[in-house]
């Protein structure tokens, strides 16, 4: 392409200050380096780690900064060494990479790459730790190796998947972080047998996908459980069979559960981060073969606490890092189950942006006024638009 090797100058949507709008800026990205690539982004989604790290309330704030991580796109150019891709592949970025070359890469087992693991606190390249982004010579730095808030980025080439051409970027954009993430929780990782009983425990993005992906995998009764009821219509369309609201019940909710189940669950995923709603997760699996999967990430203070009988009454306690699926081998693979009409990828949800809860309130676009843009989509104004349509921030 004609900008190959040149530095080239797009919008971004720019963090100055820790919870401060982002601000429309003209920005300069350099020619990707060794084992880099640049990405021309056509969709971006708003994910709430994208806000947490914009309040950096309790992290190490690195700014300024150009933060987003859930986005589509077509490579731009690659650097030396780069065979993967080539310009005009279709690519989702990734938060986490995969080298291919490490023991975690080699590994059946594990997605935690040593090299592109995700990191939130670096907001420089690898190769030489410097930015590709700059306003007048001044660098603005990078976010988990993706900043697809920026109508170009650039990204070691293990953070991008190359994917269907013919899958509309528009809606599998959204498949690079947290849908993958409850789809392969429940696929991956609990396994669930078919006519099993799962327990679903938040009902937001991530825990819709989780329902999702233990219906695929054969799951005959899925209970949603979530204080908010207002998600719960929606999360039937995901495949909840029927609901919990803790609330409503004066016990603890795993024995609410282990009483509508004759014991206990087959499998339980937590999505919410809530340490208390992790021990339930646990403790409302049967024992014998119950497994628990937690997902959510909990207080940097919290702690789990559970009797040691549960675990000797072979109850199982397991964790997952982005649905276990590799970012570069296995992505792909999701997306084929959008175009070939899977619910997964199909609901009224990912197509439409319609839905409750966190759902709802990530798919208030990213917009433009006087004052800039929030991440919360308050403000008036219009779209940041991307030169061949709008640059959609908004699940």
Same mark, same amino acid.
């Given at each position: 392409?004609?900008?190959?090797?040149?530095?080239?100058?797009?919008?971004?949507?720019?963090?100055?200050?820790?919870?401060?709008?982002?601000?429309?800026?003209?920005?300069?990205?350099?020619?990707? *380096? =060794?084992?880099?690539?640049?990405?021309?982004?056509?969709?971006?989604?708003?994910?709430?780690?994208?806000?947490?790290?914009?309040?950096?309330?309790? *992290?190490?704030?690195?700014f300024p900064r150009i933060f987003g991580h859930e986005a589509g796109g077509i490579i731009e150019s690659v650097g030396e060494g780069v065979t993967d891709v080539a310009p005009g592949d279709h690519v989702l970025p990734v938060f986490t990479g995969e080298c291919k070359e490490?023991?975690?890469?080699?590994?059946?087992?594990?997605?935690?790459?040593?090299?592109?693991?995700?990191?939130?606190?670096?907001?420089?390249?690898? =190769?030489?730790?410097?930015?590709?982004?700059?306003?007048?010579?001044?660098?603005?730095?990078?976010?988990?190796?993706?900043?697809?808030?920026?109508?170009?980025?650039?990204?070691?080439?293990?953070?991008?998947?190359?994917? +269907?051409?013919?899958?509309?970027?528009?809606?599998?954009?959204?498949?690079?972080?947290?849908?993958?993430?409850?789809?392969?929780?429940?696929?991956?990782?609990?396994?669930?047998?078919?006519?099993?009983?799962?327990?679903?425990?938040?009902?937001?993005?991530?825990?819709?996908?989780?329902?999702?992906?233990?219906?695929?995998?054969?799951?005959?009764? %899925?209970?949603?459980?979530?204080?908010?009821?207002?998600?719960?219509?929606?999360?039937?369309?995901?495949?909840?069979?029927?609901?919990?609201?803790?609330?409503?019940?004066?016990?603890?909710?795993?024995?609410?559960?282990?009483?509508?189940? +004759?014991?206990?669950?087959?499998?339980?995923?937590?999505?919410?981060?809530?340490? +208390?709603?992790? %021990? *339930?997760?646990?403790?409302?699996?049967?024992?014998?073969?119950?497994?628990?999967?937690?997902?959510?990430?909990?207080?940097?203070?919290?702690?789990?606490?559970?009797?040691?009988?549960?675990?000797?009454?072979?109850?199982?306690?397991?964790?997952t890092f982005f649905g276990n699926y590799k970012p570069r081998t296995d992505l792909p693979n999701v997306v084929e189950l959008y175009m070939k009409k899977n619910r997964s990828c199909n609901s009224a949800w990912l197509c439409t942006g319609a839905g409750g809860g966190e759902?709802?309130?990530?798919?208030?676009?990213?917009?433009?006024? *006087?004052?800039?843009?929030?991440?919360?989509?308050?403000?008036?104004?219009?779209?940041?638009?991307?030169?061949?349509?709008?640059?959609?921030?908004?699940?």
């Open positions: 392409m004609a900008t190959a090797g040149k530095v080239i100058k797009c919008k971004a949507a720019v963090a100055w200050e820790a919870g401060k709008p982002l601000s429309i800026e003209e920005v300069e990205v350099a020619p990707p *380096q =060794a084992m880099e690539v640049r990405v021309k982004i056509l969709f971006t989604s708003l994910c709430h780690t994208d806000v947490y790290f914009w309040e950096a309330k309790g *992290q190490t704030p690195v490490c023991a975690h890469c080699k590994s059946a087992e594990s997605n935690m790459c040593d090299l592109l693991r995700i990191n939130t606190d670096r907001g420089v390249m690898i =190769a030489d730790g410097k930015s590709r982004f700059s306003i007048n010579g001044k660098p603005i730095y990078h976010f988990v190796g993706t900043s697809t808030f920026s109508e170009y980025t650039v990204m070691h080439v293990g953070c991008v998947a190359k994917i +269907n051409p013919q899958a509309p970027l528009d809606k599998v954009c959204v498949l690079s972080c947290g849908i993958s993430t409850g789809l392969g929780a429940s696929i991956n990782v609990a396994k669930p047998p078919k006519g099993s009983t799962v327990a679903v425990f938040g009902l937001g993005a991530v825990g819709l996908a989780a329902a999702e992906g233990a219906r695929i995998a054969g799951a005959s009764r %899925i209970i949603g459980v979530d204080l908010n009821p207002s998600r719960f219509e929606e999360a039937r369309k995901f495949g909840c069979t029927e609901f919990v609201n803790p609330k409503d019940h004066n016990k603890p909710v795993q024995e609410v559960l282990a009483e509508m189940t +004759n014991g206990g669950v087959d499998r339980s995923v937590e999505c919410t981060g809530n340490i +208390n709603a992790m %021990i *339930q997760a646990f403790e409302c699996v049967h024992d014998g073969w119950g497994v628990a999967v937690l997902v959510g990430v909990p207080h940097k203070d919290a702690e789990f606490k559970t009797h040691p009988m549960n675990f000797l009454n072979e109850r199982t306690l397991k964790g759902v709802h309130h990530a798919q208030r676009p990213v917009r433009r006024d *006087q004052q800039g843009v929030r991440p919360d989509g308050q403000g008036g104004g219009h779209p940041l638009h991307h030169p061949h349509g709008e640059l959609d921030f908004a699940v």
